[in-house]
Structure formats: C-alpha cells, structure tokens
C-alpha cells in the first residue's frame, strides 16, 4: 500500500476517533436539545471551514458557480446531518444513534457511487463494509436488548439515523465529486461546509440559548465547533482527496466503536458481549480495508476521478489551509 493511501486512511480514522466523542460529549450539556448541539457543532464548523478556504474559494470562484447544482445538494445535506445525527442519539442513546448513522452511510455511499456514476464496488469494500454493518448489527442488537427507552424512541431514532446515514453518504460524495472535477480541496470542502454552515445558523438561533447558560455548555458547544467538527472535517478533507467516498465513509466505522466504549465507559450505557462482538468485527473491517491490495474495480473507485486532474494532485491554493 503506498504511502498517501496509509496517511488518508488514518486521517479519516482520526476523525473516526473524535467523531465518536461528540455522543459523549453531548451528555454534559443535557440542558441544550439536540437540535441545538447539531446546529452548534457543524453550524460554526462549517463557518470555520470556509473561512480557513477563502483564498481558495477566491480562486475557484469559477469552477464552484460551474458546479453549483452540487455544492446545493452538499450543503443541505450538511444541514440536515447534525439535526438528524444528534437527534438519533437523544432517541436511541449514544451507541444505537451512532452505530446506526454510520453504518448505514457505507451502503448509501456505494449505492450512490454506483447509481450516479456507474463505479463498480471493489471486492474488498464490498467484504469490508459486510463486516462493519455486521458488527454495527450486533451492537444496534445489544443496544435494544438492554436499552431503556421506549420502543417507539427507539425506532425513532433509528430512523433518523438513517436519515443521517443517507444525508452524510451525499456530502461527502458531493464533495469528492467536486474534488474529481478539479475543484481543490479546501475549495471544496470550504464551499459545501461553510453553505451548509450558514443554513443551520437560524436553527442555532432558535435553539441555542441553554448553551449560553452555563460556561459547561458553552464549552461543550466549544469542544463539538473546533475539535470533532472543524479538525475532524480538515482531516476527513484530506482523507476524502485520495480515497473514494464509499472507502472513506466504510473507514468511519470506527466512530460508532469509540461511540459505544465511550458510551459504556462514561455514560453509563451497558454492553452486552454481542455488542463487544460487534466492535471486534468492525475492527477486523478496518484491517482488511487498510491492508487489503485494490483489485481493478476499487482501484477505480479510490483513485481514479473522472476529471482530467486527480483530486490527489491538485493542491490547496497558496495561504489557503487545507
């Protein structure tokens, strides 16, 4: 495996990691619904993206009015993200919310890649990501055996997770599509985010008071913009760039494991030995899509964009951060 594909998959898996803090953290503003949190974290996220982009967004001007069709398409669908994703976990709890988004992101990922593009899934992806969402399975199983909410919240909040799932597959294909057609990457990624930012600010005006009300809420409000938002989506950018969006969202299987040790550890949340089965063969996905060899069709899937110009050679424009 050559050194750019090992250094995106573990920035992905980095984001992973504080990505699955985010559930957790929510905890400690129990105050703030979760619309607000939503809105906070990938309102202001998003804002700091794009501001970080500016040069970028300067120089590409062009080529982002020519794709403003899927810039729009991206950054509502950065919108409805965190208001669905937060919204599962205050249904469901932390390790049920977070395993059913993210597992289901892979399948809408490959379906949508296949669908618009007509990309064939690689072998590999296709064994990595049966693993994940078993495993995901199993803990979505264990979570209900124990759980204490109500049935009806329960689905309820999976359901929004799979909204959640569907909703995070689209950005980041949308901006690895733009990425394919020679749009840069901070251009990108400081387009659909900081659009997508701007649209969740009237939902944290209307919501957002309780995270004014205490300085543990203005600083989980804090935590949730700059770390898991504003670092972990600089970091999946980079990711994004050299891995297709299918491989990159079958990586952050690893946020609904951290989700539910987190869950266990400091929530108090209980895990039964299916569930810590479950976080084992998202484990063994996670190796085999790091170590794996591409076979043809995941080759084209990674590393071949249909723009003239990779998104692995085009770089950030200079002053810009990627």
Known sequence: MNRGRMLAIGAITITSILWGTTGTAATFAPDAGPLAIGAAALGIGGILQALIAIPALRAQRGRLRANLPLVAVGAVAVAIYPLAFYSSMHLAGVALGTVVSLASAPLASGVLEWFVQRTPLGRWWMVAAGLGIIGSLLLCLSKMADGPGGAGNTLAGMALGLVAGATYACYSWCARRLMDRGVGRSASMGAVFGVGGILLLPVLVLTGAPLLASTQAFAVAAYMALVPMFLGYVL??????????????????????????????????????????????????????????????????????????????LQPTPGAKP
Not at 249 to 260: C, G, N, R, W
Not at 294 to 308: I, Y
């Open 236 to 313: 999946f950018g980079y990711g994004l760039a050299r891995l297709g969006a299918s491989t990159a969202t079958t990586i952050t299987l690893s946020e609904p494991a951290v989700a539910a040790i987190l869950a266990v550890a400091i929530v108090g949340e209980t895990l039964s030995p299916a569930g810590w089965s479950g976080l084992a063969i998202i484990g063994a996905a996670l190796v085999i899509l790091a170590l794996a060899p591409a076979n043809a069709a995941a080759s084209t899937d990674d590393t071949a964009p249909t723009s003239p110009t990779p998104a692995r050679d």
